[in-house]
């Protein structure tokens, strides 16, 4: 594998395959700093936390939606594409912010909910006020409610039907999500055309990509399900086309929440390239698996069934966002033992799955807290953290839907912990006040004062982790073990004679997530004799034996990772 040579832009310098080596992070602007004191996040504010995030080693950021919207599903309501909600800023401030993100090397991805729209939107309203103007074709209307009998409900705890009855049109709408967020027509022409000027309006604007929300959704048909449907990925490459003519360097990211197969049918293949990246839905909730059942056999599984995906796409790899973690794609009797340990308390679910964010469903564990994200750190894809997890944040359950893990970002143990100056009955969300996880203790400026906290290992391993490009780039094999709560592989890079900075290495990275320390061998025949030294502390470990075997032990839900060096090398 090597890099394709960079691309040369007026004034910058781009590698075109930038994303797959980046750490992202997820950060909702009205959870983040508000720099009015209205009680919001907003563009301003998230600006001013440029130096933490970079401090951090966020090469990216994915801002969640922020064009005008009612907020009736956190801003994937859009009511217009070309204008930002006024409490979050303007178009000149969202400049400003790309501007100083680009100053720092940094990326920014938007994000681009192209199933549907709110029904405030002016598209809706002149659709269902006037069924033969240009509008009228723009949503998926029907006379009865039993087209697409095949297609599932996703929010299950609000919806009990995917179609709505509009009385001005006198007619039903055909809605994926909330009733309140009406298909667009992707059989309509005018729809592609309408949505390929929203893409360009804002990548001319500079920024570096987008996540495509609810991309399987785009076409429904009577005979399929409605996920992923041919035409879906007709749109789908025409539109990675587009980006790659006209913004070559931009990224589309896909939110196809599939099994295994499907999901890498988003990235097309080396012919028919679609996105550039998709997120690992089957892996995520296979980690939270591992660590309770303490078997790592269904992650193992998973991770050699999304291998095959086309040259320079890559895993969008994450634990949490600003969703539920979601258990649609896995079996049954897998979702109900995932209830079990996770969400014990039935306010704790939404839909099918379980609305809290990474510390309390581990039970702020701190070595699960290092377990999961040193699998971040080291599965084949780029990470993606979500806003205030580096700190180990709480949720509120007593908040309704997903607000649970959208509270305001905890700074300081100050008002409002630092997010915001007005009254705190103003604020959009209250911040967390629980036992655990107070914003007097759990915030940013305590745990910089404290050079063992989880936000110092967490900058730390990032940074290791960019210290070896075959995190990044190289890939994944692998290994088999004795050890039923063993899951280990080699990450190897070949290295590029161009990128002196990129050299060939292989690493191996082993995690046990069994509750007592262990010992286990491991076969690792290709990589027989060679050295094996840790590559945090430089420490030597005992060399992969002749045979191939290498026999470590391991404390309770903890791992290594080892660099494979050549006996006759420095390494
Ligand atoms: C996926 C988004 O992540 C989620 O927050 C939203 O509710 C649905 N799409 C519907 O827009």
């Known amino acids: 594998m090597s890099f394709t040579a960079p691309i040369q832009l007026p004034g910058l310098v781009l590698n075109p395959q930038w994303y797959r080596s980046a750490v992202f992070y997820e950060v909702m602007i009205r959870a983040f700093v508000d720099s009015k004191g209205d009680g919001a996040g907003d563009l301003t504010g998230l600006a001013s936390k440029l130096d933490y995030l970079q401090w951090l080693g966020v090469d990216a950021l994915w801002v969640p939606p922020f ?5 009736k599903d956190g801003g994937y309501d859009v009511s217009d594409y070309k204008a930002i909600l006024p409490e979050f800023g303007t178009v000149e401030e969202f400049r400003d912010l790309v501007t100083k993100v680009h100053e720092r090397n940094m990326r920014i991805i938007m994000d681009l909910p192209l199933n549907h729209t709110s029904d405030q939107h002016d598209w809706f309203e002149q659709s269902r006020t006037d069924p033969d103007g240009p509008y009228g074709d723009f949503y998926v209307w029907s006379d009865t ?22 009385p001005v049109r006198r007619q039903f709408y055909f809605h994926r999500f909330f009733s309140h967020q009406p298909d667009l027509n992707y059989e309509n022409p005018a729809v592609h055309a309408a949505i ?6 804002w990548l001319a604007m500079g920024v570096d990509g987008f996540r495509l929300d609810a991309i399987p959704y785009l076409y429904e ?7 992923g449907e041919p035409p879906t990925h007709d749109f789908i490459r025409a539109l990675r086309s587009m980006v790659d003519d006209e913004f070559p360097g931009r990224v589309l990211i896909a939110e196809a929440n599939q099994w295994p197969r499907e999901v890498a049918a988003f990235l097309g293949t080396d012919e028919e390239p679609e996105c550039h990246m998709a997120f690992d839905f089957p892996v995520m909730p296979r980690i939270f698996y591992s660590l309770r059942s303490q078997h790592a056999g269904e992650l193992i599984q998973v991770l050699s069934e999304t291998t095959d995906i086309p040259t320079g796409a890559g895993w969008a790899v994450f634990l949490r966002n600003h969703d539920e973690l979601t258990l649609e794609m896995v079996s049954e009797e897998y979702r109900q033992a995932m209830y079990g340990w996770y969400a014990y308390d039935p306010r704790m679910r939404v839909n099918v799955g379980i609305r809290r964010r990474l510390a309390p469903l581990l039970d702020n564990s701190r070595s699960e807290l290092e377990l999961v994200h040193a699998l971040l750190f080291s599965l084949e894809g780029s990470p993606f953290l979500y806003y205030g997890d580096e700190i180990g944040m709480g949720d509120n359950i007593w908040l309704p839907d997903r607000d649970s893990s959208r509270t305001p970002m905890q700074w300081t143990p100050d008002r409002n912990a630092g997010f915001s100056s007005a009254d705190p009955g103003q604020l959009y969300l209250p911040v967390v006040q629980s036992l655990v996880y107070h914003y007097s203790h759990v915030n ?8 063992r906290s989880l936000l110092h290992w967490v900058r730390n391993v990032i940074h290791v982790r960019k210290a070896h490009p075959a995190f990044g780039l190289g890939s994944m094999h692998v290994l088999e073990t004795d050890h039923e709560s063993v899951l280990a592989f080699v990450r190897s890079h070949e290295g590029a004679v161009s990128h002196p900075s990129e050299p060939a290495e292989d690493i191996l990275c082993v995690f046990s997530f069994a509750h007592n320390p262990i010992s286990v061998t491991i076969s690792a025949e290709q990589w027989a004799d060679r050295t094996l030294t840790d590559v945090f502390g430089g420490e030597r470990f005992p060399s992969v034996g002749a045979d191939g075997l290498i026999t470590l032990t391991l404390g309770t839900q903890s791992f290594y990772w080892l660099h494979l060096g050549h006996p006759t090398r420095r390494h």
């Open 444 to 451: 940013v400026e305590a745990q910089l004062a404290q050079s």
């Open 196 to 201: 390929f000027d929203v893409v360009r309006f």
């Open 67 to 71: 064009f005008t919207s009612p907020l």
């Open 221 to 227: 048909s009577e005979e399929g399900n409605g996920e």
């Open 145 to 166: 409610d039993e087209k697409f009998p095949n297609v599932r409900i996703i929010f299950t705890d609000y919806e009990d039907s995917n179609w709505a009855f509009d």
